[in-house]
């Protein structure tokens, strides 16, 4: 069994959970997930988790994302995509500047409201299962991040940008709402995922490459160890004697553990909260720890066995 993250190239005409059935068959293996929905018609990066890595799903699906998207003004959809049906065309008449300026707007805090053609679940049905039944609800505005927006191509009344942003935001409701700003609607024609946290679009494998590694067996050499995601964080190992106590998922001392360049007893005191990557005396890598200063105990967030 394979255990770490693939960094999936999501085609278009597959839905999301189609890679994730597919590597299931490729990888010969069932425990699998992915990190966060793309729509069917959109490309670019799908970070997959196996095995042990699917504890991560959630930690990934939190990480900051860049799209890059073109939109085009004069036209609204049901969908705020270019698959969806018509609701109004309108004649753009804003200048290339006004478009400009109300794009840029966009970047900092805000609250959206999610489409109505998406997988949130509403009273435990999905928004886009009542949209197609024709029902609209009542969405709530939930608080958004655009760290950066940034205009790549302009052939007004066409626009390509890029957008870093956090969890939650919809890159065609953001175009959508463009469009209402600017008083003449807008609908995304394309969308394509660059980035999820350190996943970049140009490390991405398509499905037909990963079947092939598979196939040559070389799948292990682009899964990437679930350690590699902890890697900025301080790293503890334990002592011999304490390995059974890690082994047992137990909360553990300060003087149970061997720094890696010497002996705990020199080790400043961690801060209250402070995270580590804990290895047993093999060195192998079993999860995250929280140091909690008060107790002055190393307490498990998060555990990645895979002895």
């Given at each position: 069994m394979y255990h770490g993250i693939i960094n999936v190239y999501k085609e278009?005409?597959?839905?999301?959970?189609?890679?994730?059935?597919?590597?299931?068959?490729?990888?010969?293996?069932k425990?699998?997930?992915?990190?966060?929905?793309?729509d069917p018609d959109a490309v670019g990066v799908l970070p997959v988790c196996l095995g042990n890595g699917t504890k991560l799903c959630d930690m990934l699906t939190d990480r900051q994302k860049e799209y890059v998207a073109v939109f085009r003004l004069g036209i609204t959809t049901d969908t705020q995509d270019g698959s969806g049906k018509i609701l109004?065309?309108?004649?753009?008449?804003?200048?290339?500047?006004?478009?400009?300026?109300?794009?840029?707007?966009?970047?900092?805090n805000s609250l959206q409201i999610p489409p109505m053609y998406s997988a949130l679940k509403v009273n435990g049905k999905k928004l886009y299962e009542l949209a197609r039944q024709g029902k609209e609800v009542v969405r709530e505005?939930?608080?958004?991040?655009?760290?950066?927006?940034?205009?790549?191509?302009?052939s007004h009344p066409e626009y390509t940008i890029r957008v870093e942003c956090s969890k939650g935001t919809y890159i065609r409701t953001l175009c959508h709402d463009i469009g209402q700003a600017?008083?003449?609607?807008?609908?995304?024609t394309k969308l394509t995922r660059s980035r999820v946290g350190e996943f970049r679009?140009?490390?991405?494998?398509?499905?037909?490459?990963?079947?092939?590694?598979?196939?040559?067996?070389?799948?292990?050499?682009?899964?990437?160890p679930v350690e590699k995601m902890f890697e900025t964080l301080p790293k503890l190992k334990v002592k011999k004697e304490w390995d059974n106590a890690l082994k047992?998922?137990?909360?553990?001392?300060?003087?149970?553990?061997?720094?890696?360049?010497?002996?705990?007893?020199?080790?400043?005191?961690?801060?209250?909260?402070?995270e580590f990557r804990v290895y047993?005396?093999?060195?192998?890598?079993?999860?995250?720890?929280?140091y909690e200063q008060k107790r002055k105990l190393f307490c498990p967030v998060k555990l990645f066995i895979t002895t």
């Amino acid at each position: 069994m394979y255990h770490g993250i693939i960094n999936v190239y999501k085609e278009a005409g597959y839905t999301s959970h189609d890679v994730v059935a597919k590597l299931r068959g490729i990888c010969k293996q069932k425990k699998i997930g992915h990190t966060g929905t793309l729509d069917p018609d959109a490309v670019g990066v799908l970070p997959v988790c196996l095995g042990n890595g699917t504890k991560l799903c959630d930690m990934l699906t939190d990480r900051q994302k860049e799209y890059v998207a073109v939109f085009r003004l004069g036209i609204t959809t049901d969908t705020q995509d270019g698959s969806g049906k018509i609701l109004e065309k309108k004649e753009v008449k804003v200048s290339v500047d006004e478009v400009k300026k109300v794009i840029l707007s966009f970047q900092g805090n805000s609250l959206q409201i999610p489409p109505m053609y998406s997988a949130l679940k509403v009273n435990g049905k999905k928004l886009y299962e009542l949209a197609r039944q024709g029902k609209e609800v009542v969405r709530e505005a939930r608080p958004i991040t655009v760290y950066a927006i940034e205009i790549l191509e302009e052939s007004h009344p066409e626009y390509t940008i890029r957008v870093e942003c956090s969890k939650g935001t919809y890159i065609r409701t953001l175009c959508h709402d463009i469009g209402q700003a600017l008083g003449c609607g807008a609908v995304m024609t394309k969308l394509t995922r660059s980035r999820v946290g350190e996943f970049r679009i140009e490390e991405a494998h398509r499905l037909e490459d990963i079947q092939k590694l598979a196939e040559e067996g070389r799948l292990a050499r682009i899964v990437v160890p679930v350690e590699k995601m902890f890697e900025t964080l301080p790293k503890l190992k334990v002592k011999k004697e304490w390995d059974n106590a890690l082994k047992n998922g137990n909360q553990m001392k300060k003087s149970e553990f061997m720094e890696i360049a010497g002996n705990t007893d020199r080790m400043p005191e961690p801060a209250d909260g402070e995270e580590f990557r804990v290895y047993s005396y093999e060195d192998v890598f079993f999860g995250i720890y929280q140091y909690e200063q008060k107790r002055k105990l190393f307490c498990p967030v998060k555990l990645f066995i895979t002895t």
